[in-house]
């Protein structure tokens, strides 16, 4: 079953606009993850936050988490076309090692030359 | 590039047919995960090998099952298809007490008929 959902489903934005993505999910947590998948390929992990963390940065993306409600948020800035794909928040339950993953439902972002 | 492989990329079985597929790790990654993504949703972890044991599964019936060899490699193998079985299979690499991040390859896509 799936741990979360991502919200919302889709998003299309112009190019140079920056487009957030938040994630919400249900147990408590070691880390939570993004990755990103390219049209029905594989995913490529993005940022990973833990749980004692409430906000990360690198390059272009910044993800926040807020455990007490469960919930993260990723934010791209100044998105470029390349951007365009589905973005997926993953999450490890604390009672887990740290990579059996439960992943969201994905919000896929068109990003408009 | 993520270093995992998997193969083969596309095929097509029909209901009731056994099928395997095929992952080669990441070098020096001693831990493989399973995943199965039906279309439009999230992966869904359905079980993980390390040291060529079983060690987690997901809610998956035992005609899932897999082997991990001595080299890192591992297969995946369904019996008696359903026509739900229809998905993106993917393999992800992983170092046992790592901080969680997973190293996917591209995906086998099952189309059972």
């Known amino acids: 079953s799936q741990q979360g959902e991502e919200d919302p489903q889709a998003l299309s934005i112009q190019e140079g606009e920056n487009a957030t993505m938040n994630c919400s999910y249900k147990?408590?947590?070691?880390?939570l993850q993004w990755y990103r998948q390219n049209s029905g390929r594989g995913l490529v992990h993005l940022i990973l936050?833990?749980?004692?963390?409430r906000e990360k940065h690198s390059g272009r993306l910044r993800v926040t988490l807020d455990t007490s409600k469960k919930s993260s948020s990723l934010l791209i800035t100044a998105s470029r076309a390349a951007d365009t794909a589905s973005y997926f928040c993953?999450?490890?339950?604390?009672?887990?090692?740290?990579?059996?993953?439960?992943f969201g439902t994905g919000t896929r972002l068109a990003v408009r030359p | 590039e993520t270093g995992v492989t998997q193969s083969p990329t596309h095929l097509i079985k029909t209901r009731g047919q056994q099928v395997t597929l095929r992952c080669s790790s990441q070098?020096?990654?001693?831990?493989v995960s399973w995943y199965q993504q039906a279309l439009g949703q999230g992966p869904q972890f359905i079980f993980q090998?390390?040291?060529?044991?079983?060690?987690g599964r997901g809610n998956f019936p035992p005609r899932f099952s897999g082997l991990q060899f001595p080299n890192y490699s591992s297969e995946l193998n369904v019996n008696a298809l359903e026509l739900d079985d229809s998905a993106l299979y993917l393999c992800?690499?992983?170092?046992?007490?790592?901080?969680?991040?997973?190293?996917f390859g591209e995906g086998s896509r099952l189309t059972v008929l």
């Open positions: 992800a690499s992983s170092l046992v007490g790592a901080p969680g991040e997973l190293f």
């Open positions: 993953a999450t490890d339950a604390k009672k887990s090692s740290g990579d059996k993953l439960t």
């Open positions: 147990t408590s947590i070691n880390n």
């Open positions: 090998y390390y040291r060529e044991e079983e060690n």
């Open positions: 936050i833990r749980s004692n963390e």
């Open positions: 070098s020096g990654h001693n831990t």
